[in-house]
């Protein structure tokens, strides 16, 4: 009995004495840290965390997942726990899901009983968002870019914090179509007389993402199947992997299919074309192309500051135009880091608004050049 007490002692010890980890929470938009309840159930999170990583943990609040992603990126996190948006994101920063919601969502339009539009170019439509940054905004916005719509092609577009606003508003006759998740957007319609336009995939509700740098494999083996059995949050957890957020990553970021005056490429036409002297041009910053990219293409970095949306402001960015062809029909490519990198999309309307006639936007670039097999350059 008296050894079982020392090892108890030994252990709170040790995990007192251990380096803390930080463990970021993003709030859901219905969650408020003035909510005693929300406050209580991620303590006690936190605590499994922190029991099962061996490790003393400190808990970060976030009700805006944007400035989540800026600190996993500078290194202020070590876990996230949050929408599936924001999980999706924080991939490119070294952090490895482990753990998803069985719960499920996608983002739904929906139309009022008096609109008979759709969602389609210069609809006019007046349409009701959920907040930017939340998942259902990210979802819509993905789905309005990669139909190639701008903000012109509505007569309003409007984003709210309150998550049931775009379809009281709908229900108003504020707007003509509101997004929602799948789920209330049925519940809606059928008892407003309303029909849904689209509805984007399905991807998971949340997730717990670890960095690697900071949590190795045998705490994260055991911070999974410890979170799985059962935890405070009351929520069915799954093992989870990168896959299950590609898709997602994608939605959110995606470029559009189509560039009205250009013609878009594929892998092995951009390579045709250069074979016929056609100039390529890597618009991606120094680090991306360092790494590699495909040989004879001329870099000239894209600066961008602008949203990644069809109606972009391009005095946002910067962009060396003096280095294109002085011949403004002359053919030339643009690429950068494939189908959600935008840097490629605007340089070249950047370059037809400035008179260049014969642009090909090579879409997939970079990866698509990689995925196709052929030959890289690195910059020594």
Request: positive net charge.
């Amino acid at each position: 009995m008296r050894s079982l007490a020392v090892l108890t002692l030994f252990c709170a010890a040790a995990l007192a004495h251990a380096d803390p980890l930080t463990l970021g929470v993003v709030l859901d938009q219905n969650e408020s840290l003035s909510d005693t309840a929300t406050t209580q159930r991620y303590r006690a999170f936190a605590g499994e965390v922190e029991r099962s990583v061996g490790q003393p943990v400190r808990l970060q609040y976030y009700s805006r997942g944007f400035i989540a992603i800026k600190h996993a990126k500078e290194g202020v996190l070590d876990m996230v726990y949050a929408p599936a948006q924001v999980i999706a994101n924080i991939g490119k920063f070294k952090f490895e899901p482990i753990l998803k919601t069985e719960q499920t969502t996608a983002a739904s339009f929906v139309a009022g009983p008096q609109y008979q539009g759709n969602l389609s170019a210069k609809s006019g439509a007046r349409l009701g968002m959920p907040d930017y940054e939340s998942l259902m905004g990210g979802l819509a916005r993905s789905e309005i870019n990669s139909r190639g719509l701008a903000r012109a092609d509505f007569t309003e577009v409007k984003f709210h914090r309150m998550p049931e606003a775009p379809l009281y508003g709908l229900k108003l006759g504020r707007y003509d179509l509101a997004v929602a998740s799948a789920e209330e957007a049925k519940t809606w319609a059928s008892a407003n007389g309303g029909r849904i336009v689209y509805t984007s995939s399905v991807v998971p509700l949340r997730a717990l993402s670890v960095k690697t740098e900071s949590v190795g494999a045998p705490a994260q083996q055991k911070l999974a199947s410890s979170l799985r059995s059962g935890n405070s949050l009351k929520l069915a957890l799954a093992t989870a992997s990168k896959d299950d957020f590609k898709g997602i990553a994608s939605m959110l970021n995606t470029t559009p299919t189509a560039l009205p005056g250009a013609k878009v490429i594929g892998a092995a036409e951009a390579r045709d074309l250069m074979a016929k002297g056609v100039p390529v041009y890597d618009v991606r910053d120094d680090e991306a192309y360092k790494n590699g990219y495909v040989p004879g293409s001329i870099h000239v970095p894209y600066k961008e500051g602008s949203a990644k949306e069809v109606g972009f402001d391009a005095a946002d960015d910067q962009f060396s135009l003096n280095r294109l062809p002085k011949d403004k029909n002359a053919p030339l490519i643009m690429y950068c880091d494939g189908t959600i990198c935008w840097k490629s999309y605007k340089s070249a309307i950047m370059a037809m608004n400035a008179g260049w006639k014969n642009i090909y936007w090579f879409r997939g670039g970079f990866p698509e050049w990689k995925e196709a097999g052929f030959t890289i350059a690195k910059r020594d």
